[in-house]
């Protein structure tokens, strides 16, 4: 259990108190969902400060959400739990349009991190990227930071994702985001990192197992350095150890799959049906929408 302070919790830790939800937050973050939720009751008799119990709460609910048990979020008093409640309703495809503006309405002064943290996610899956930073660029907690570097990184401005990355590692530099904030610099730097990138996610895989998302980082890591077929091999592990079905690990495998000239005209289906509203699955969909009209032009008569 780790005593030093972490000042991504709400309440400033002493040197001598230990951090109880340490694991619970290493699990989450690192996509283990499940064994997050039984770290989260292994806890709940511990004595803890009001602000721990919270957040590990906070926690418990962003586990539903991940795992997409939707009905299981319960909207509470609390502006951090009710934002994941309505978090959960965006993504459960409820009434979207009236869902941005009550997360906004909730950002006004002296909203807490977690409230600001949720409405970053809710934006960035609404595509609003700008909005998102608003809410996290302060760097307010760890995870703020964290969604910063990655919010910088899609805006492709490596620079300022170098600099989340400082922060990061100055804050906490043991904490399970630091690493893979350093994990998301390497991928984005290009095959001359891939080696740094495999490195940090083989640590992590060993100390902690492998869950999806670590599997899929590995993949990209591996297609980064040329290795399509172990990008592969990591990504059908997930699909058949972890019955990974989401779009990332689909998206990464039609990739890894086409530059070893594979077919992957199963997979692309499997995409379309599963993950319908995917940007590739839209993509596709216009790309052969404008070929058929296209064809129909040149059509010749029997």
């Given at each position: ?6 000042t991504h919790?709400h ?16 699990q ?5 969902y499940?064994?997050a939720l039984e ?6 008799r511990r004595?803890?400060?009001?602000a721990?119990k919270?957040e590990?709460?906070?926690?418990v609910q962003?586990?539903?959400i991940a ?6 979020v ?7 739990l009710?934002?994941?409640a309505?978090?959960?309703?965006y993504?459960?495809g ?5 869902i941005i ?5 909730m950002?006004?002064?002296g ?7 949720t409405?970053?996610?809710?934006f960035?899956?609404?595509g609003?990227?700008?909005e998102?930073l ?5 760097g307010?907690?760890?995870?703020h930071?964290?969604v910063a570097?990655q919010l ?5 401005r490596?620079?300022?994702a170098?600099?989340?990355?400082q922060m990061l ?5 043991d904490s399970?985001l630091?690493h893979?904030g350093?994990?998301?610099i390497a991928?984005?730097?290009g095959?001359?990192a891939?080696?740094?990138a495999l ?6 895989s060993?100390q902690?197992?492998p869950?999806?998302?670590?599997l899929n980082?590995?993949?990209c ?5 040329g290795?399509?077929?172990q ?16 779009a990332?690990t689909l998206v990464?495998?039609i990739?890894?799959?086409?530059y070893?000239?594979?077919?992957t005209?199963?997979?692309?289906q499997s ?5 319908p509203t995917?940007f590739l699955?839209?993509?596709?969909e216009m790309?052969e929408?404008a070929f ?5 032009k040149y059509r010749?008569?029997?």
């Amino acid at each position: 259990t780790a005593t030093t302070t972490h000042t991504h919790t709400h309440t400033t830790l002493t040197m001598a108190e230990p951090d109880e939800l340490y694991t619970l937050r290493a699990q989450f973050w690192l996509g283990h969902y499940h064994m997050a939720l039984e770290e989260a009751k292994q806890i709940m008799r511990r004595p803890m400060s009001p602000a721990l119990k919270a957040e590990r709460e906070v926690f418990v609910q962003r586990c539903y959400i991940a795992l997409q048990q939707y009905d299981k979020v319960v909207a509470t008093d609390s502006p951090a739990l009710l934002a994941l409640a309505l978090q959960a309703q965006y993504e459960n495809g409820a009434d979207q349009d009236s869902i941005i503006p009550q997360l906004q309405s909730m950002l006004g002064d002296g909203v807490d991190p977690s409230t600001q943290l949720t409405a970053a996610h809710v934006f960035l899956k609404a595509g609003m990227k700008k909005e998102a930073l608003q809410c996290v660029h302060q760097g307010a907690i760890l995870e703020h930071l964290s969604v910063a570097l990655q919010l910088y990184l899609q805006l492709d401005r490596l620079d300022l994702a170098k600099k989340q990355l400082q922060m990061l590692k100055q804050t906490d530099e043991d904490s399970i985001l630091c690493h893979l904030g350093a994990v998301y610099i390497a991928l984005a730097t290009g095959s001359s990192a891939a080696k740094d990138a495999l490195h940090s996610l083989q640590q992590l895989s060993e100390q902690y197992g492998p869950s999806i998302l670590l599997l899929n980082l590995t993949a990209c890591a591996y297609m980064q350095a040329g290795q399509y077929a172990q990008a592969e091999s990591k990504l059908e592990q997930a699909r058949q150890e972890l019955g990974a079905s989401d779009a990332d690990t689909l998206v990464n495998l039609i990739i890894a799959c086409q530059y070893q000239q594979k077919s992957t005209s199963d997979l692309v289906q499997s995409l379309k049906a599963s993950h319908p509203t995917h940007f590739l699955s839209k993509g596709l969909e216009m790309v052969e929408g404008a070929f058929e009209r296209e064809s129909l032009k040149y059509r010749v008569a029997a």
